[in-house]
């Protein structure tokens, strides 16, 4: 049972539009909210994260919309380039437990130039 | 720094063999962990060490062994492979549990 729900599966941007990945959770005592990039060939590595007690966070052109109540979080990537052609994980976890992420099924982003 | 480093890149096994994926990390960090990545299903975590001597089950544990007897060494054995074990195998390590995870650059593993 996949804890973390992610869509779209791929998903296809023209250089300088605007990406959205969105995912939903269930389990309500999730209190950490991160995204991993993943390039061919490598690990993931962290994006951006954000924790429930706000709504949105930024950083550069990468913002993690929150929507607790229903228990949903997207990630937008504005003016997206080809360099950002990657594969994209939302995640959650609980803090106060091990570091454990329960990670989505990805989202395979295509930025054509 | 070398972050977390696996070997190997690449490995093809004949069901039943066993064997070991290595993961080193040179960071300090206490937290470990291992995740398998398949097609379509994310990554799924297998074991995880929150220190030195402690291990325990993630939500696919079965078929795979761990031991975690240095803070920078996170052995992943696989006792008897199957062709479900096909997959790629990232390990991690974070500071503490509220710090990021990092990630080494997998090992591929094929059971035929």
């Known amino acids: 049972q996949q804890q973390v729900k992610q869509s779209p599966q791929s998903l296809i941007v023209q250089k300088g539009g605007i990406s959205i990945i969105n995912c939903a959770y269930e389990n309500t005592a999730f209190d950490y909210f991160p995204w991993y990039q993943q390039f061919p060939g490598k690990g993931p590595a962290l994006l951006i994260a954000?924790?429930?007690?706000?709504s949105e966070k930024k950083e550069g052109r990468f913002t993690i919309s929150f929507n607790k109540s229903a228990k949903q979080f997207s990630l937008h990537i504005m003016d997206s380039q080809p360099g950002d052609s990657a594969t994209y994980f939302c995640?959650?976890?609980?803090?106060?437990?091990?570091?454990?992420?329960?990670f989505g099924t990805g989202t395979r982003l295509t930025v054509i130039p | 720094n070398a972050g977390v480093t696996q070997t190997p890149k690449f490995q093809v096994l004949k069901t039943g063999q066993s064997m070991t994926l290595q993961c080193a990390q040179d960071m300090n960090h206490e937290y470990m962990s291992w995740y398998r990545q398949d097609p379509g299903m994310g990554l799924r975590l297998i074991h995880y060490?929150?220190?030195?001597?402690?291990?325990d089950q993630g939500e696919v544990p079965n078929g795979y062994n761990v031991s975690r007897s240095t803070t920078e060494d996170f052995p992943l054995r696989l006792l008897s492979a199957a062709p479900s074990q096909t997959s790629v195998y990232f390990c991690?390590?974070?500071?503490?549990?509220?710090?990021?995870?990092?990630f080494g650059n997998g090992t591929r593993l094929t059971v035929t």
């Open positions: 954000i924790r429930p007690d706000v």
């Open positions: 991690a390590s974070s500071r503490d549990r509220n710090s990021p995870l990092h």
């Open positions: 060490s929150v220190g030195a001597g402690i291990t």
């Open positions: 995640a959650a976890s609980i803090l106060t437990g091990a570091n454990n992420l329960f």
